[in-house]
T-cell receptor
Framework: DSGVTQTPKHLITATGQRVTLRCSPR?????VYWYQQSLDQGLQFLIQ???????AKGNILERFSAQQFPDLHSELNLSSLELGDSALYFC??????????????FGNGTRLTVT | GESVGLHLPTLSVQEGDNSIINCAYS??????FIWYKQESGKGPQFIID?????DKRQGQRVTVLLNKTVKHLSLQIAATQPGDSAVYFC????????????FGTGTRLQVTL
């Protein structure tokens, strides 16, 4: 168990809808990262937050947004959903923002299916 | 459920043999490398890491080798067990990218009895 908790485990929704994915980082970790894993793209970095502030952005669509709350949990909001958004969404956490390299610890993901 | 790409390279190894999984990276500015194991239906699990000032690091049954000259990373698993069957990813942290990891495409390891 990595200590990173993601909910829900599965989500099925229709095109055009909006969903929220939730992540609780490991105790003591200040950084949260969101990754998307699809069958043809592998693990793609979306966005990183550190202690409530956005720190890095990757291949995140404008329809997607995220935030990190004072208690350090994070939410990833996906709106105007399209079929191609169906994927596994992983959250990871690490103690720091990157001044010292440290491994990311991943949750077990949310499987999103858009129909 | 399936969580990785359809066209992954696959390595089949007999139980008890040693496994070697290879990874090439392209960015010479990468300074930190990690190997992850992903089992079906789970998130990537940290195995071992190595910094660019090292060329070898050993863990329990695993060894990572880093060749910066040819930008190559390998993961060696000794005495491979059925529980080692999974997809293995290498990931690199490019300097100055705030610990954002860039993942390789993955290799599926199949352990046969």
């Amino acid at each position: 168990d990595s200590g990173v908790t993601q909910t829900p485990k599965h989500l099925i929704t229709a095109t055009g809808q909006r969903v929220t994915l939730r992540c609780s980082p490991r105790s003591g970790d200040l950084s949260v990262y969101w990754y998307q894993q699809s069958l043809d793209q592998g693990l793609q970095f979306l966005i990183q937050y550190y202690n409530g502030e956005e720190r890095a952005k990757g291949n995140i669509l404008e329809r997607f947004s995220a935030q990190q709350f004072p208690d350090l949990h994070s939410e990833l909001n996906l709106s105007s959903l399209e079929l191609g958004d169906s994927a596994l969404y992983f959250c990871a956490s690490s103690p720091r923002t990157g001044t010292n390299n440290s491994p990311l610890h991943f949750g077990n993901g949310t499987r999103l299916t858009v129909t | 459920g399936e969580s990785v790409g359809l066209h992954l390279p696959t390595l089949s190894v007999q139980e008890g043999d040693n496994s070697i999984i290879n990874c090439a990276y392209s960015n010479s500015a990468s300074d930190y490398f990690i190997w992850y194991k992903q089992e079906s239906g789970k998130g990537p699990q940290f195995i071992i890491d190595i910094r660019s000032n090292m060329d070898k690091r050993q863990g329990q049954r695993v060894t990572v080798l880093l060749n910066k000259t040819v930008k190559h990373l390998s993961l060696q698993i000794a005495a491979t067990q059925p529980g080692d069957s999974a997809v293995y990813f290498c990931a690199e942290n490019r300097a100055g990218t705030a610990s954002k990891l860039t993942f390789g495409t993955g290799t599926r390891l199949q352990v046969t009895l």
